[in-house]
């Protein structure tokens, strides 16, 4: 009796050390399927949108605004593809499907092209325009200034709002967090520049660059994911800088 109890122990610690061992290396090997399951579920999606266009000549789109911005206004309708018998099932991480992601399309005049839209990302720019326009009200139209980013565009100050400063995970490096700008209105976007300037450095890219280019398009260009809730921005003295009069 006393050495089955002492195999009964003996097999609960063995059990114990492997489910802890297990939770060690889950969060690695997590991010390692999720991001095989992104490109999984990209790729499933866009056979299904070229299935679809070439069948209707048309794209299975929800309605949207002349003036939403350039990378919300072509979301992806996924009852469009199923009715259609294109796809089974809506990507587990769509949002239709209770995830963070909206899946949308771009460059739909020439070559629809089926990325992500990071919901959370989104979200918070929600609550930092919230708290910049409660703001605001308060204080006969000012804006809760920081830093000058450009002649435009300046960075917010939580503390004149008595907030803790918010910032927004990066989707292009997962361990940055990007900070928010606002216009000399005070509508809010996240601040890509950092991100953009990383990748044209990786890429070498300062000599081809122009200053009407928008700079948001290499980011599209290089992941899944296009960037939430953002102004344009051009090449000018050397940096990615946000401009004004070009639509979000």
Request: some cysteine; charged content about 25%; overall charge positive.
């Amino acid at each position: 009796m006393r050495e089955s109890k002492k195999s009964a122990v003996a097999l609960f610690m063995l059990g114990l050390c492997m489910l802890l061992l297990t939770g060690c290396m889950y969060p690695q090997e997590m991010r390692k399927e999720q991001q095989v399951a992104t490109g999984e579920f990209v790729v499933v999606v866009q056979s299904a949108i070229d299935q679809f266009q070439a069948k209707t000549h048309v794209l299975p789109i929800k309605n949207s605004e002349e003036t939403t911005p350039i990378y919300e206004k072509y979301p992806i309708d996924f009852k469009k593809l199923k009715e259609r018998s294109l796809i089974s099932n809506v990507p587990a991480n769509a949002f239709e499907n209770g995830g963070s992601v909206i899946y949308v399309l771009v460059d739909v005049e020439a070559k629809p092209t089926v990325k992500m839209m990071d919901l959370t990302s989104f979200q918070k720019t929600v609550e930092v325009q919230k708290l910049v326009d409660e703001y605001k009200s308060k204080n006969n139209g000012q804006i809760p200034k920081g830093e000058a980013v450009s002649s435009a565009f300046y960075r917010i100050d939580f503390a004149k709002m008595n907030k803790k400063p918010i910032v927004a995970q990066s989707m292009y490096t997962r361990q940055v967090q990007l900070p928010f700008l606002m216009n000399d209105m005070g509508q809010v976007a996240i601040d890509y520049a950092e991100e953009m300037m990383r990748l044209i450095d990786k890429k070498s890219l300062q000599t081809s660059l122009n200053d009407k280019q928008d700079l948001r398009e290499l980011l599209v260009r290089e992941s899944y994911y296009v960037p939430a809730r953002s102004y344009a921005y051009h090449w000018i003295n050397g940096q990615p800088t946000p401009v004004m009069g070009v639509p979000m």
